[in-house]
Structure formats: C-alpha cells, structure tokens
C-alpha cells in the first residue's frame, strides 16, 4: 500500500504536469494589474489586494471543508453540488469580509519580510491566487469519473491526515510555481 504522501505526490504530479504554468502567471498577471487600475491611490491598491487574499484563502478553506465529509465517507465528489456549496460559502465569506479583512491586516503587519508592504501583499496575492487554483484543479479531479482509481488510495487515511498533506502539497506547488516566476524575471 502506498503512502498518504506518495499518494498525494502523485495525483499531484499528475495535475500540474497538464498545467500551464505560463498561462497562470498571466491569469496572475493580469489580476494584479486589473487591481492596480482600479485604485487610484496606494492605500487603496493595498486594500483591494488584502480583500482578494481574504476571498482566495477563504475561498480555499471552504473547498478544504467541502473535501473533509467526502473523504471521511469515502464519497467522490459531485462536481455541480461542490459548485454549489463552494457558490454558498463565497457568498457568506463575501458578507463576513469585514469582519475577516482586520483578522488578515492584522496579520500580515505581525510578520517580518524585506519586502515593502504592496511587494508582500503582491506575493501573497499570487501565492493564495495559485494555492485557490490548485485547490479548484484537485476537486475537479478528484470528482472526474476517469479519475477514481488515482484517487481510491485516499479513502485508505484518516480525512483530517489527507486534507492537510492535500493542503501541504497545493502550498508547495503553489510556491514552486511562483518561485519560478520571480526567477524568470
């Protein structure tokens, strides 16, 4: 029997090897300046860019819940009724926003970087950004019919123990890709 983490490495693998990685800098790209030329000013750049990463992590914590009940009961998911918890939850993360901006602001000041603030939160964007895609990428997989033998071997783990290697590796990956972006440049 293999591993949670092999087995994980391996969907993995697979979903990011059909991946255009150039394709998903310029999605990036082009969100980045279409934030930047909403805003007139900095401070509101620096707004409009904390509240995406809000509602990608956000975003991103709720598939993670949806992922947890199928995995517990050995379910592949249903892609429209996954679009439509997924659809119920940006809205009540849509309406929680201003409780959860302050949480995240707060945050981000706490930690130490090099970078100036619009330069850190540029690199969270991309990152949540990329981690969100990922995450979408893993639950169409995981509920494609021709995929169910890759994904058996997660049913064989505790839900909890798969949700954070699943988690893991979607950071992992979303950072390598970004890695490499800022060492193309």
Not at 5 to 29: F, G, M, P, W
Not at 114 to 142: H, M, P
């Amino acid at each position: 029997m293999e591993s949670l983490t092999q087995s994980v490495a391996t969907i993995y693998k697979k979903l990011v090897i059909h991946l255009d990685k150039d394709e998903l800098r310029e999605e990036v790209n082009n969100q980045l300046l279409q934030t930047m030329k909403s805003s007139s000013i900095e401070e509101e750049y620096t707004k409009h860019l904390v509240r995406a990463i809000v509602f990608h992590v956000e975003t991103t914590k709720a598939l993670h819940g949806i992922l947890q009940p199928l995995l517990l009961n050995e379910k592949y998911p249903n892609l429209d009724g996954v679009s439509q918890l997924l659809n119920r939850a940006q809205v009540r993360i849509e309406n929680e926003m201003d409780e959860l901006i302050p949480l995240y602001h707060e945050k981000i000041e706490s930690e130490e970087s090099n970078n100036d603030l619009v330069t850190q939160l540029e690199i969270y964007f991309t990152t949540t950004f990329t981690e969100l895609q990922l995450t979408y990428r893993f639950v169409d997989a995981f509920g494609t019919e021709s995929n169910k033998e890759l994904f058996q071997p997660l049913f064989d783990f505790p839900a909890e123990e798969v949700g954070e290697t699943i988690l893991k590796y979607t950071r992992t990956y979303a950072s390598l890709i970004f890695e490499k972006t800022l060492n193309q440049k």
